[in-house]
C-alpha cells in the first residue's frame, strides 16, 4: 500500500539526516542530510568519489551506516517503505540475457505484482520509453543508452512514491533525454518526490527545483538552482562590439573575432561602470550581466570542474 503523508505534517517526504559511513579509513559520509517533498525533484551534484552513489545505496538500505536516519513521511526505511520506492542504481542491475519484455514482467512479479498487472505495465514502460521495437530483444543486444531506458522501466514498474535515480541521463541521446526528462516530470506531477545524481548540469538546472552539492562527504551547498545563482559572489558579463576590441578585462574569454567579450565580476559591482568602461573601447552593440550558470557555481563550490564522462562508483572504493 502506498505510504501517504498526512496533510501538512511538516516531516513529509523523504528526510536524511546525519548519515555517517566510513569504509576503513575512509570517511565516505560525513553528516549528511537532505530533504525531498512529494512533487519534487532535487538534483544530488557532486564530483567523483564524493559520497552520491554511498547516500543512495543508504537511502535503499542497502548498506549499514555508522549513524544517521532516513524515513518516508516520518516512518523509518523498513521493508514495506522500501517497496514503495523505485531505485535505479549507476551499475547495470539486470539480467543480460533475458529479452526485455520478459525481464521486466519477472521483476514485477518478484515485487509481488500479479502476472496480468505486471504484463500490462511492462506494455506501458516499453511502449512509454521507445522500447517497443526491442521489447523481444535480450538486453545484452539493446545499447547503453536503451539498456538504460530499461533500466527506468524497473524503477517504474511498482508506481513508486518515490524515486531515487543514480546517473539516469548517462548514455542517453539528445532524444531520449527529451524522452526521460517528460517521463520523470510527469512522475513528479503525479506526487512522486525525485533525486536524481547527474554530471550533466545543465540539464539538471532545467528540471530539478533544488540542488544539493556534496563532495567529501559533506553537503556543501544547497537551495534553489536560482537562489544559488543568485548567491555566488560573481556575476557573468557578457559584451559586443561593433568591431574588434584590444581591451582585455583580467579573465576575459576572447570570441566572434575580437567583437565578444565573456568576464566575470563582483556581484556588488556597479553594472553601469562596466558598461561605461566598455564604451571607452568600441562601440557596444550587446550587454548582458547575469548569476553564472549551475556549472559556474559547482566549480566555485567544490573547486574543481564536472567530468561528464565519469561512471566511477563512489562507495569507498574510489575515495
Known amino acids: 500500500m502506498p505510504i501517504q503523508p498526512e496533510t501538512g505534517d511538516p516531516s513529509s517526504g523523504l528526510i536524511v539526516e546525519g548519515l555517517t559511513k566510513r569504509f576503513g579509513g575512509?570517511?565516505?559520509?560525513?553528516?549528511?542530510?537532505?530533504?525531498?517533498?512529494?512533487?519534487?525533484?532535487v538534483g544530488f551534484l557532486g564530483p567523483n568519489g564524493a559520497g552520491k552513489t554511498t547516500t543512495m545505496r543508504a537511502i535503499m538500505d542497502l548498506l549499514t551506516l555508522d549513524a544517521g536516519t532516513v524515513?518516508?513521511?516520518?516512518?523509518?526505511?523498513?521493508?514495506t517503505v522500501r517497496r514503495s520506492f523505485g531505485y535505479m542504481p549507476a551499475e547495470?542491475?539486470?539480467?543480460?540475457?533475458?529479452?526485455?519484455?520478459?525481464?521486466?514482467?519477472?521483476?514485477?512479479?518478484?515485487?509481488?505484482?500479479?502476472?496480468?498487472?505486471?504484463?500490462?505495465r511492462a506494455g506501458y514502460w516499453i511502449d512509454r520509453l521507445g522500447l517497443t521495437e526491442r521489447g523481444g530483444d535480450p538486453v545484452q543486444s539493446l545499447s547503453s543508452g536503451n539498456q538504460q531506458r530499461v533500466q527506468l522501466s524497473l524503477a517504474l514498474l511498482g508506481q513508486p512514491v518515490?524515486?531515487?535515480?543514480?546517473?539516469?541521463?548517462?548514455?542517453?541521446?539528445?532524444i531520449a533525454t527529451e524522452v526521460l526528462s517528460g517521463v520523470l516530470r510527469d512522475q513528479v506531477d503525479q506526487g512522486v518526490?525525485?533525486?536524481?545524481?547527474?554530471?550533466?548540469?545543465?540539464?539538471?538546472?532545467?528540471?530539478?527545483?533544488?540542488?544539493?552539492?556534496?563532495?567529501?562527504?559533506?553537503?556543501?551547498?544547497r537551495g534553489t538552482v536560482d537562489d544559488l545563482r543568485r548567491s555566488s559572489p560573481v556575476r557573468a558579463v557578457d559584451v559586443c562590439f561593433a568591431a574588434p576590441t584590444s581591451w582585455r578585462p583580467a579573465g576575459a574569454t576572447v570570441g566572434s573575432g575580437g567583437h565578444r567579450l565573456v568576464f566575470d565580476v563582483s556581484a556588488t559591482?556597479?553594472?553601469?561602470?562596466?558598461?561605461?568602461?566598455?564604451?571607452?573601447?568600441?562601440?557596444?552593440?550587446?550587454?548582458?550581466?547575469?548569476?553564472?550558470d549551475l556549472s559556474e557555481v559547482f566549480h566555485r563550490v567544490v573547486g574543481r570542474p564536472v567530468h561528464h564522462d565519469a561512471t566511477i562508483d563512489d562507495s569507498g572504493s574510489k575515495p
Open 26 to 41: 575512509v570517511l565516505a559520509l560525513d553528516d549528511v542530510s537532505l530533504q525531498v517533498r512529494p512533487g519534487e525533484i
Open 71 to 79: 524515513t518516508w513521511h516520518g516512518r523509518p526505511m523498513d521493508p
Open 92 to 120: 547495470r542491475w539486470m539480467y543480460p540475457r533475458m529479452r526485455v519484455r520478459d525481464h521486466l514482467v519477472y521483476y514485477a512479479e518478484l515485487t509481488g505484482i500479479p502476472r496480468p498487472d505486471a504484463d500490462r
Open 162 to 174: 518515490a524515486l531515487i535515480l543514480d546517473e539516469p541521463f548517462s548514455g542517453l541521446d539528445p
Open 193 to 221: 518526490a525525485l533525486l536524481l545524481s547527474s554530471h550533466q548540469l545543465d540539464l539538471v538546472a532545467e528540471v530539478c527545483s533544488a540542488v544539493a552539492i556534496v563532495d567529501h562527504g559533506r553537503i556543501v551547498l
Open 269 to 292: 559591482v556597479d553594472v553601469r561602470a562596466v558598461l561605461d568602461e566598455a564604451s571607452r573601447h568600441g562601440t557596444v552593440t550587446e550587454f548582458s550581466v547575469a548569476p553564472p
